[in-house]
């Protein structure tokens, strides 16, 4: 019985400890920081939209730029495909960088 009573126990720990795992996972990268990448990465690709490369490799800038992977940028997006709210609120910050940039003249 005691046996059965540490399995169960055991059992429950790694559980909540995978789930701890799991919902701090895509958390190294923010809303600001999404929205960011996203906006700057939309722009390289019309920038050079004649190179794969140069578009690949704008991007990779743009990701060190930030401190982060693609694997959590792409889990954050991911993450958002789960709430219209977010979405909502998410394209709605890209938008207002957007034109931030266009109005400081940083892109034409």
Same mark, same amino acid.
């Given at each position: 019985?005691?046996?059965?009573?540490?399995?169960?126990?055991? #059992?429950?720990?790694? *559980?909540?400890?995978?789930? *701890? $795992? $799991?919902?701090?996972?895509?958390?190294?990268?923010?809303?600001? /920081?999404?929205? @960011?990448? &996203?906006?700057?990465?939309? $722009?390289?690709?019309?920038?050079? +939209?004649? +190179?794969?490369? +140069?578009?690949?490799?704008?991007?990779?800038?743009?990701?060190?730029?930030?401190? #982060? #992977?693609?694997?959590?940028?792409?889990? &954050?997006? @991911?993450?958002?495909? &789960?709430?219209?709210? @977010?979405?909502?609120?998410?394209?709605?910050?890209?938008?207002? &960088?957007? #034109?931030?940039? /266009?109005?400081?003249?940083?892109?034409?």
């Amino acid at each position: 019985m005691k046996r059965a009573n540490v399995s169960r126990k055991l #059992t429950l720990f790694f *559980l909540t400890a995978a789930l *701890l $795992i $799991i919902s701090n996972c895509g958390g190294s990268i923010d809303e600001d /920081k999404a929205v @960011k990448i &996203y906006v700057e990465s939309a $722009i390289a690709e019309e920038q050079f +939209s004649y +190179s794969a490369d +140069s578009v690949k490799s704008r991007k990779g800038k743009i990701l060190k730029k930030y401190q #982060t #992977t693609r694997q959590d940028y792409e889990a &954050y997006l @991911k993450n958002l495909e &789960y709430d219209e709210e @977010k979405w909502a609120s998410f394209f709605k910050r890209a938008d207002e &960088y957007l #034109t931030d940039l /266009k109005k400081s003249e940083a892109i034409k």
